[in-house]
């Protein structure tokens, strides 16, 4: 079974940083591209971050180049989305998603909050 289970989210202020991780397994973790979304009340899901096998290439939604970077380790089958710079419309519940046998597989969610 694929199970994707976030972690790392939690309240910082305007400025500051988080790493949130994604711990990954039922799947061929090493040749997926993974990514990150995020959805925040009352708003559609969007793409955050994606990184591809290997880490050959990554892209970014265009409010967060700069500010987060995306990585993974395909020895622990986990990835990772730091976050710096936080803004207050960062906040969101971020989900680690993968693309696997036709089918789009989500994690719980990590909540981050940015405020003062």
């Known amino acids: 079974q694929v199970q994707l289970v976030e972690s790392g989210g939690g309240l910082v202020q305007p400025g500051g940083s988080l790493r949130l991780s994604c711990a990954a397994s039922g799947f061929p973790f090493s040749t997926h591209d993974m990514r990150w979304y995020r959805q925040a009340p009352g708003k559609e899901r969007e793409l955050v971050a994606a990184?591809?096998?290997?880490?050959?290439?990554?892209n970014y939604e265009d409010s967060v180049k700069g500010r987060f970077t995306i990585s993974r380790d395909d020895a622990k089958n986990t990835v990772y989305l730091q976050m710096n710079s936080l803004k207050p419309e960062d906040t969101a519940v971020y989900y680690c998603?993968?693309?696997?046998?036709?089918?789009?597989?989500w994690g719980q969610g990590t909540q981050v909050t940015v405020s003062s």
């Open positions: 990184i591809s096998s290997a880490g050959r290439s990554t």
């Open positions: 998603n993968v693309f696997y046998v036709r089918w789009n597989y």
